[in-house]
């Protein structure tokens, strides 16, 4: 029998209480939670005026600049690389903070038909993440009370074995778990790459990959600029690389002069070998002529 400070029955309380209170944290976070997305973030905007005004279906998406705000773009672009930050409360009412410049650079990524087709793909992952939900994870959570109730209430005929029970019950909703976030995941997946194919086909392919370089140009040069000791400091070393080529180069043009002249020194010691090697042989000859 597991030791448990308290005895058996309070053991059995602990699992069932928290078990039970799980439960009721899941359908809270349901009912109070639904399409919450930065949801902090949404009231910073109450005062201010929306750069551009979206609706449709019941819904609107206000467009706000993140220079209008102080700390949002050094929380979220800087620390987080977030140049488009999503904020809503209640799944109808959305505010969406851009940097300024990635704005005007890839403004289209943003219009009413973009942004329609991402909350339409919000909504069709919270109606998958409830139905997940009301066909597995509460069925297993009733399980899983039922299993707790059972043991405490009969533990006086099951003994230990009560004990043992909660854990194997515990353990196979932990493997139930895994296996529907898996599945929900896969759902999600192919979920998103409909609505990016959607997109596509709203831009067009050739326009579509320019934003995406366009978007990833502009990304890629804001952060050069908020590096620029690492510009310096790559300049730098090009110039030390440049200044170590050109060094190499002249020692070995130097050593290429010190070569030819040893050649033509060499060249004309042979030259005057051979000439006096020559005068040499005349002399002979005429000696021998006499």
């Known amino acids: 029998m597991l030791n448990y400070k308290g005895g058996k029955c309070h053991f059995y309380f602990?699992?069932?209480?928290?078990?039970?209170?799980?439960?009721?944290?899941?359908?809270?976070?349901?009912?109070?939670?639904?399409?919450?997305?930065?949801?902090?973030?949404?009231?910073?905007?109450?005062?201010?005026?929306?750069?551009?005004?979206?609706?449709?279906?019941?819904?609107?998406?206000?467009?706000?600049?993140?220079?209008?705000?102080?700390?949002?773009?050094?929380?979220?672009?800087?620390?987080?690389?977030?140049?488009?930050?999503?904020?809503?409360?209640?799944?109808?009412?959305?505010?969406?903070?851009?940097?300024?410049?990635?704005?005007?650079?890839?403004?289209?990524?943003?219009?009413?038909?973009?942004?329609?087709?991402?909350?339409?793909?919000?909504?069709?992952?919270?109606?998958?993440?409830?139905?997940?939900?009301?066909?597995?994870?509460?069925?297993?959570?009733?399980?899983?009370?039922?299993?707790?109730?059972?043991?405490?209430?009969?533990?006086?005929?099951?003994g230990a074995i009560g004990s043992w029970i909660i854990i194997g019950v515990l353990a196979l909703m932990f493997v139930a778990m895994i296996f529907v976030n898996m599945k929900i995941k896969k759902v999600i997946v192919n979920e998103n790459a409909k609505s990016r194919q959607l997109i596509v086909d709203h831009f067009g392919g050739n326009r579509f990959d320019e934003l995406i370089e366009l978007q990833k140009s502009y990304m890629d040069e804001y952060f050069n600029k908020l590096n620029p000791v690492e510009e310096e400091k790559t300049d730098s070393e090009n110039a030390e690389n440049t200044e170590n080529a050109e060094n190499v180069e002249a020692e070995e043009a130097a050593t290429t002069e010190e070569n030819k002249t040893e050649e033509a020194e060499d060249k004309k010691e042979d030259t005057i070998t051979e000439e006096e090697t020559s005068e040499n042989l005349e002399a002979n000859e005429e000696i021998k002529g006499e």
């Open 14 to 158: 602990h699992i069932w209480y928290d078990i039970i209170l799980l439960y009721f944290l899941i359908i809270l976070k349901r009912k109070g939670d639904f399409m919450r997305i930065n949801a902090k973030l949404y009231p910073v905007a109450d005062e201010v005026t929306p750069y551009e005004t979206q609706t449709f279906d019941n819904k609107k998406v206000e467009l706000f600049m993140m220079s209008s705000f102080e700390g949002i773009k050094e929380e979220f672009v800087i620390k987080k690389g977030q140049f488009a930050v999503w904020s809503s409360m209640d799944g109808l009412n959305y505010r969406l903070f851009l940097e300024d410049g990635y704005y005007d650079t890839v403004k289209e990524l943003y219009c009413q038909t973009v942004n329609k087709i991402w909350l339409d793909f919000y909504d069709r992952t919270d109606a998958i993440s409830g139905k997940f939900s009301k066909f597995f994870v509460y069925p297993l959570m009733a399980i899983a009370i039922a299993a707790c109730v059972l043991s405490i209430v009969l533990q006086k005929q099951i």
